[in-house]
């Protein structure tokens, strides 16, 4: 089992410029989030989704989408990119919804310039 | 509102040494306690979690012990090696349904000297 993946593992944007970072399990999970972790500011919940067509607003939800594509994908948007949005993304996801481990993939590290 | 303190942000210890990193919570409905482990480059993984019915707990050479009464709760690393030189993050919840939110705190890099 590969777990969580995330594509791709680097990006560098231009201020303005969209991207898309996907992110797989084969864990066969319900829930699915994405976080971001910014130096001295630990992980912070961006979006979740807690089950199969849901998705819901975390702590720092502005400037970003995001899609449950089907039980496995869960796509993290970013329509116009800022510098302040310069930082490691995170997908995690776990067996169900609540307070149980999150299981999260290798990051994405994203450059906006 | 930062709802989960960690401290220090930075450790050093020699090998052998026994770290300990602090976590102090604010809200009372929390009710699950994890630690979770990163090594640089890599996702964080799950070390350890605690809920509120016990004080302690021990997984190997890693214990929580939690206060409910000053609603505080540590890691401590017993006989530490290089190899768990990486950040450390504590993080609280409650368990209540639609209200459940996972609080990560800020994050403790830890080195430990051969």
């Known amino acids: 089992n590969a777990g969580v993946t995330q594509t791709p593992k680097f990006q560098v944007l231009k201020t303005g410029q969209s991207m898309t970072l996907q992110c797989a399990q084969d864990m066969n999970h319900n829930s699915m989030y994405w976080y971001r972790q910014d130096p001295g500011m630990g992980l912070r919940l961006i979006y979740y989704s807690a089950s199969e067509g849901t998705t819901d607003k975390g702590e720092v939800p502005n400037g970003y989408n995001v899609s449950r594509l089907n039980k496995r994908e869960f796509s993290l948007r970013l329509e116009s990119a800022a510098p302040s949005q310069t930082s490691v993304y995170f997908c995690a996801s776990s067996e169900i919804w609540g307070p149980y481990e999150q299981y999260f993939g290798p990051g994405t590290r994203l450059t906006v310039t | 509102q930062q709802q989960v303190k960690q401290s220090p942000q930075s450790l050093i210890v020699q090998k052998g040494g026994i770290p300990i990193i602090n976590c102090a919570y604010e809200?009372?409905?929390?009710?699950?306690f994890p630690w979770y482990q990163q090594f640089p480059g890599k996702g964080p993984a799950l070390l350890i979690a605690?809920?509120?019915?016990?004080s302690e707990k021990k997984e190997g050479r890693f214990t929580i012990s939690f206060n409910k009464s000053a609603k505080q709760f540590s890691l401590h690393i017993m006989d530490s090696q290089p190899g768990d030189s990486a950040t450390y993050f504590c993080a609280a919840s409650n368990s209540g349904g639609s209200n459940y939110k996972l609080t990560f705190g800020k994050g403790t890099l830890l080195t430990v000297n051969p």
């Open positions: 809200n009372t409905a929390f009710d699950y």
């Open positions: 605690i809920r509120p019915d016990v």
